[in-house]
């Protein structure tokens, strides 16, 4: 059972927008920075948006971020068959006093 | 930069399981060198990190079991979990935590616990 809660799996056709959602509390989401991850099968966790809403250089304007209260979003728009993989989204948890992350979502584009 | 774990991909239970992380192309100091796993099929778990001056913060449901490591002079950092049971098999990766993020992350390790 994750701290952070997402829906354990999206779809949606190419070229089509989706977004995924990341549920927490007052103590994680609501207090501080989100970052999203996005791990392509078999390989390692790759940083997509840090700081609720940035973007790394590298990162197409494809992906966005935000955050609501104790709620963040991860869009993609214009799908790409290559989007296909499994995003985190992480943070730190001022009650556990430690990082946490979502279960991940797997992303399928149809 | 490059992070590259190495270490035995084989631990017997009850054993203690260590690993490297070697930095490469950049430099080790200042910034949080971390330390998170996934099991198979399963989500991340942060299991702790270590400054460039040698503090460390751990996750508690790990805390008993594990230490964390820096040699600047070798620039890596290293993972040390003991009593390691199958719960514990799992990918490890090493990664730099740039202010809330982890921005660089290595390929992972595969570590299976069995005799």
């Known amino acids: 059972q994750s701290v952070l809660t997402q829906p354990p799996s999206v779809s949606a056709a190419p070229g089509q927008k989706v977004t995924i959602s990341c549920s927490g509390s007052s103590s994680n989401v609501g207090h501080t920075y989100v970052s999203w991850y996005q791990q392509l099968p078999g390989t390692a966790p790759k940083l997509l948006i840090y700081d609720n809403d940035q973007r790394p250089s590298g990162i197409p304007d494809r992906f966005s971020g935000s955050k609501s209260g104790t709620s963040a979003t991860l869009g993609i728009t214009g799908l790409q068959t290559g989007d296909e993989a499994d995003y985190f989204c992480g943070t730190w948890d001022s009650s556990l006093s430690a990082r946490v992350f979502g279960g991940g979502t797997k992303l399928t584009v149809l | ?115």
């Open chain 2, 1 to 115: 930069v490059l992070l590259q774990e190495s270490g035995p991909r084989l631990v017997k239970p009850s054993e203690t399981l260590s690993l490297t992380c070697t930095v490469s192309g950049g430099s080790i100091s200042t910034y949080y060198w971390t330390w998170i796993r996934q099991p198979p099929g399963k989500g991340l778990e942060w299991i702790g990190y270590v400054y460039d001056s040698g503090i460390t913060n751990y996750n508690p449901s790990l805390k008993s079991r594990v230490t964390i490591s820096v040699d600047t002079s070798k620039s890596q950092f290293s993972l040390r979990l003991t009593s390691v049971t199958a719960a514990d098999t799992a990918v490890y990766y090493c990664a730099r935590q740039n202010q809330d993020a982890f921005d660089i992350w290595g390929q992972g390790t595969m570590v299976t616990v069995s005799s």
